[in-house]
């Protein structure tokens, strides 16, 4: 089963930065990585810059479409507001069925702002002390994950450690 997780970085480049630590477990073979994103709003831009992972997606890859509607509803729907009533609806339904609900959309709204980043990765076949000992001290906090409750404790305890630092 594959797991999507989203982590806010405190900086606009922080999210690139654990892309490199996520590429070099997925070339020790420490994790899968089948597709991610990258949201970057760096200071005084109106909106963030967001990017598909190319070269990341496998053949169990979300696609463009899926990142350019998750993305679309989290930044740019309440722009938007009534204009598209009935297809954000149905596109929020979709999204519950991949875990992706309204308090999640609203929390990556509020947490992913100017000066921030945030690094979606839809991962599987991963090594969980691995992972942790990678991330080690990295400055981030878990919005979300469809990982088991034990599994999101510990990713969670990991971006935790590197706040008490």
Known sequence: MATLSAVKFPSPSGADAALQILEKLQREGSITVHDGAIVS????????????????????????GFWGLLFGLI???PI????????????TASMADAGIDD?????????????????FALTSDGVPDKIAEAFK???????????????EKQLREVFDEAHAV
């Open 137 to 151: 001290g990295v400055e981030g906090e878990v919005l979300h994950t469809n990982l088991s409750a034990d599994q």
């Open 75 to 77: 930044f740019f729907v």
């Open 80 to 91: 938007l507001g009534l204009l598209v009533g009935a297809a954000v609806g149905a596109a």
């Open 103 to 119: 308090d999640f959309i609203k929390e990556v709204r509020e947490k992913v702002t100017p000066g921030t980043s945030a690094l």
């Open 41 to 64: 709003w760096p200071d005084g831009a109106k909106k963030p810059k967001t990017r598909q992972l190319h070269h990341l997606a496998g053949a169990g890859a979300l696609g463009g």
